[in-house]
């Protein structure tokens, strides 16, 4: 009998669990919501909205829908920025009311709504337009003092409204310098007034050099620069429809990048001109070839699209993964040494009849040797290897992969006190390369060779 009772009030406890559960706690979320949904300052849901209006005392911008895509209608017609649209849209429609102050018609100076800072006029499908007027903030600095024009009541809402409704036209326009996919594009051709012409061609997932050289370029340096030219915004708009290009520099442009695509070589060009004289901070001038406006672009990013062939080249003396390395020959001062891998991470010294390598002193040679790269560029097409001491080099290194080898370093004389002039055996570019770099992989097999106490 007992546990009869026992499930009986175990039974009446769930029961009441669950009347509470979805009278109280379900049902206080839903009387919330609605609470929440009958205080919206609008009426609207985001879908719905097809056009906005923003006056403020600086600007008055119109934005309207048409096929799911927003442009700006007035004070110019331009494109959005749709983030930056749709942020403050949903702001403004999240917007409540946080209590009524006056519900009868009175002075509307002591609140600021006899001359608005700000109007909001939202407009939905099908439906009237959704007009709030945005006044000064209360005495505490919390909110600000709203109405509707044709109704009487005042009242006040949260005053982050006012950051929203005050948006200018530049604040929602397109600001994108291209409008391009970098991962679509092919073919990149640079005129630069400062640094020459390059023309880069890409094959599968790898970027090459066409012109003034062949060779290799850097991916991660063409794709940078493809993605400041497709996210980089503009500072600020100069002309919407200039009538003379040269005023701007852009006649005979300091620098022209065209880009073309995978499937049409369809083709978009950027320019930078000259720079803004009343830009203190050396903003220049720019434009998109398949749009009218005249605007202006950072300073650093005019000096990070300025590319020569060098900037954007494979620095690699010669193509190597360390990794794979089984074998170095290297010579100076009239000696030759050899040094193979043993096993996955140990090496002997052939020319010290097997000795072994330190594991330590190796593994810093080997990161010296991949460090052996271009710092600069001093001739793709040198007249002769003499001047530079290339033709007697003072040390050479060889790499082996599989017992095949897969090129040739050669080093030779110091450049004043810094450089030493490099190249590969197999091409004719030469370059300089920093002393410490030569400095570091300058070692005997003897000072490589593990040392046994």
């Not at 009278?23 to 919330?32: L, M, N, S, V, Y």
């Amino acid at each position: 009998m007992k546990w009869k009772n026992l499930a009986g009030l175990t039974g009446i406890l769930v029961l009441l669990f669950i009347a509470i559960f979805f009278f109280e706690i379900k049902g206080g979320e839903k009387r919330e919501s609605k609470k929440r949904i009958e205080n919206l300052l609008f009426s609207v849901s985001k879908d719905d909205v097809v056009r906005m209006e923003i006056r403020s005392e600086s600007d008055s911008v119109v934005c309207e829908k048409t096929n799911d895509v927003w442009s700006i209608v007035k004070p110019i017609s331009a494109g959005c920025d749709t983030t930056v649209l749709s942020i403050n849209l949903t702001s403004l429609l999240e917007s409540t009311i946080d209590r009524k102050i006056l519900d009868t018609l009175t002075a509307l100076e002591p609140f600021g709504l006899d001359s608005p800072r700000a109007e909001v006029i939202l407009t939905g499908k099908d439906a009237v337009p959704q007009h709030l007027l945005i006044g000064d903030e209360n005495p505490t600095g919390a909110s600000v003092y709203v109405k509707y024009p044709d109704k009487p009541d005042i009242f006040t809402t949260n005053k982050s409204l006012m950051t929203f409704a005050q948006k200018n036209t530049f604040d929602f326009r397109d600001k994108k310098i291209m409008h391009i996919i970098a991962a679509d594009v092919r073919r990149i051709e640079i005129v630069s007034k400062i640094k020459g012409r390059t023309i880069l061609e890409k094959s599968g997932d790898v970027w090459n050099i066409v012109s003034p050289v062949t060779i290799r370029a850097d991916n991660n340096e063409v794709q940078s620069l493809l993605n400041r030219l497709q996210n980089t915004k503009a500072k600020s708009f100069e002309s919407e429809k200039p009538v003379n290009l040269a005023k701007y520099g852009l006649s005979l442009p300091s620098l022209t990048i065209r880009l073309f695509d995978k499937e049409s070589l369809a083709q978009a060009a950027f320019s930078i001109g000259t720079k803004n004289p009343e830009d203190e901070s050396g903003a220049s001038f720019a434009k998109e070839s398949t749009r009218d406006p005249v605007f202006t672009v950072e300073n650093w990013l005019t000096d990070n699209l300025h590319k020569s062939s060098f900037d954007l080249q494979d620095k690699n003396i010669v193509s190597m993964n360390r990794g794979k390395i089984d074998k170095v020959v290297w010579k100076f001062d009239d000696k030759s040494y050899v040094c193979e891998k043993s096993d996955s991470v140990s090496w002997k010294l052939v020319s010290l009849d097997n000795a072994e390598a330190d594991e330590k002193s190796m593994k810093r040679w080997l990161n010296g040797i991949s460090e052996l790269t271009a710092d600069e560029l001093v001739s793709y097409s040198p007249v002769n290897l003499i001047p530079y001491g290339l033709d007697k080099p003072q040390l050479i290194f060889s790499f082996f992969e599989n017992g095949n080898e897969i090129g040739t370093i050669l080093i030779g004389w110091k450049v004043a006190d810094n450089y030493y002039y490099i190249k590969s055996a197999d091409k004719p570019f030469v370059y300089k390369i920093a002393k410490s770099k030569v400095v570091s992989v300058r070692k005997t097999a003897d000072e490589l060779m593990r040392k046994v106490s």
